[in-house]
């Protein structure tokens, strides 16, 4: 069976400071791939996805950047965190090709910059 | 329904009551739908899902019906359990890559 894991599942970092958020997924082979942040009593809003190995789109501009190493890794960084980048960020996943399929969320990281 | 802002509307019935949530999607080319719980600290759930060709899909103890003239989604959850609390939001999809996700609905349910 599939799995996804995010890590670490909370952090907390100075303003200013550099970010790496790790995700990785188990069982599947070319996934979609996609980071997701979540505001307190908001929606999740999209900021990057993933169709394969170095291919990146943003949704969102801002000071934060995704890459995809392996098929199956997608890492979340910024070079310098601003107070507004705390956040819940999900990383998420769903099944290539098929047109339309449940995206499967790993556990989220809980980021408060100070 | 969906929110306004930072506060999510939040729907507290009894437990063996049924709740229906309610969610409004904005893009009448979506063609996939996704229901989502989401209990707090952890990533949402799939719960159920129903294509644009589909008007109501049931899975166990819940039912999504899809009213696409008025682009309205709903899931109803039969005999809530306590263990139902969460924030609930749906998804809209189109061409297989999520387009938005609604704000989400808090579902408190009561001995």
């Known amino acids: 069976s599939q799995t996804i894991h995010q890590w670490p599942a909370t952090l907390v970092q100075p303003v200013g400071s550099p970010l790496s958020l790790e995700c990785t997924v188990e069982?599947?082979?070319?996934?979609?791939l996609y980071w997701y942040r979540q505001a307190a009593g908001r929606g999740l809003q999209l900021l990057f996805y993933?169709?394969?190995?170095?291919?990146i789109s943003s949704e969102v501009p801002q000071n934060l950047s995704a890459s995809r190493p392996q098929d199956r890794q997608f890492i979340l960084s910024s070079k310098k965190l601003l107070l507004s980048d705390s956040g819940f960020y999900l990383c998420?996943?769903?099944?290539?090709?098929?047109?339309?399929?449940?995206?499967?969320f790993g556990n989220g990281t809980r980021l408060t910059v100070t | 329904g969906e929110s306004v802002g930072l506060h999510l509307p939040t729907l507290s019935v009894q437990e063996g009551d049924n709740s229906i949530i309610n969610c409004a999607y904005s893009n009448s080319a979506s063609d996939y739908f996704i229901w989502y719980k989401q209990e707090s600290g952890k990533g949402p759930q799939f719960i159920i899902d129903?294509?644009?060709?589909?008007d109501k899909r049931q899975g166990q103890r819940v039912t999504v019906l899809l009213n696409k003239t008025v682009k309205h989604l709903s899931l109803q959850i039969a005999a809530t359990q306590p263990g139902d609390s969460a924030v609930y939001f749906c998804?809209?999809?189109?061409?297989?890559?999520?387009?938005?996700f609604g704000k989400g609905t808090s579902l408190l349910v009561t001995p």
């Open positions: 998804a809209e999809i189109y061409s297989g890559y999520a387009l938005n």
């Open positions: 129903i294509r644009s060709n589909m």
């Open positions: 998420a996943w769903s099944p290539l090709g098929q047109g339309g399929s449940p995206l499967h």
């Open positions: 069982g599947t082979s070319n996934p979609n």
């Open positions: 993933s169709v394969g190995i170095g291919q």
